[in-house]
């Protein structure tokens, strides 16, 4: 296994070289996929699941709809993932609208259909700006649900983190609390929300440090080709868009494949950042498309499986 290089050679490198010459490949990549709503949509997800999994990825995973509106698609998209494409693949799993013995029978359903990995997130009302309400009969936090889940089967459990607090945590350290009692509760890894600088997870993964955790937080990587889009999605997590990125794709919404260009330069840069810093596992938040995901890992030196042999 290739040894992960000095970090002042590294940051040396990132700025006097070649970005993307000659780097070992030595990075572990999981994907986020959506479950589909339609046949086309499906397809879609399918073709994205083929493409990525000869990467041999550490694990894809499936989300989750609100109040369980996407449960039985996930379950479905989850279970052929694991039967058809072989790939270690992690279910959505949220505290919205459920009670404990609703969430257990699902939780038994994917223990059953092969799943042993559980993404348990506390979740958010289906109105934006709505707070969220806990069931009466059900967990009201995300760290109870990860507590309720290892009753239940010994499942892998990842939880998120929020490099730039969660939107309705009362401060960063409060957030941070927050993921210390998930981890504390028996999760395996945190995996974060989207971020668009390398700085804002270093400074993150140092307030970590300073709170005693240890515990892997994978990065989590939005490529984005819909400004919109990701505006909104900012918005629900407490993500900032930097002002720069909308200069960079003004003029472009009739032009799809420079969107995709940009898009694909723009994360592909902040991959190569956090890899300077020493990460070595990253999380791509794929929207059902592979060619953008494929491509930045490929530009990190990842290469198919079998053609590495």
């Given amino acids: 296994m290739t040894d992960i290089l000095d970090p002042i050679h590294e940051a040396q490198t990132a700025t006097d070289t070649p970005l993307f010459a000659s780097l070992p490949g030595d990075i572990r990549a999981s994907f986020e996929f959506f479950p589909p709503k339609s046949e086309k949509m499906e397809a879609q997800l399918w073709d994205a699941v083929q493409q990525l999994a000869p990467l041999d990825p550490s694990f894809v995973s499936v989300t989750y709809g609100a109040g369980g509106s996407t449960r039985e698609r996930t379950h479905n998209t989850v279970a052929r993932i694991i039967r058809e494409a072989d790939l270690p693949a992690a279910a959505h799993l949220t ?8 969430i257990r029978e699902v939780a038994e359903q994917y223990w059953e259909a092969g799943v042993r990995h559980i993404v348990a997130l506390r979740g958010d009302a289906g109105e934006p700006g709505a707070p969220f309400q806990p069931h009466p009969e ?8 990860v507590r309720g889940l290892k009753d239940i089967a010994d499942f892998e459990i990842s939880v998120a983190a929020y490099p730039e607090t969660h939107p309705d945590a009362s401060c960063p350290d409060s957030d941070i609390d927050n993921l210390a009692r998930k981890l504390d509760a028996g999760a395996t890894r945190a995996i ?4 668009f600088s390398a700085d ?11 709170r005693g955790i ?5 990065p989590g ?9 990701a505006r909104k999605f900012a918005g629900a997590c407490g993500a900032k868009i ?8 003004e003029g472009l919404d009739e032009r799809p494949a420079s969107r995709q260009l940009v898009a694909a330069t723009i994360a592909a840069e902040l991959c190569r950042r956090l890899y300077a810093g020493g990460v070595r596992d990253l ?22 499986k079998d053609a590495a042999k």
């Fill in 95 to 102: 505290c919205v609208d459920a009670s404990k013995a609703e």
């Fill in 138 to 145: 059900g967990y009201a936090t995300a760290a109870d649900l």
């Fill in 192 to 195: 974060s929300q989207f971020f």
């Fill in 200 to 210: 804002t997870f270093f400074r993150f993964q140092d307030k970590l440090a300073a």
């Fill in 214 to 218: 240890t515990t892997p937080v994978l």
């Fill in 221 to 229: 990587i939005l490529p984005v080709t819909n400004v919109a889009q």
């Fill in 242 to 249: 930097p002002e720069w990125m909308d200069g960079l794709f």
């Fill in 283 to 304: 999380h791509f938040y794929t929207l059902n498309r592979a060619d953008l995901a494929y491509a930045i890992c490929h530009m990190l030196g990842m290469r198919p």
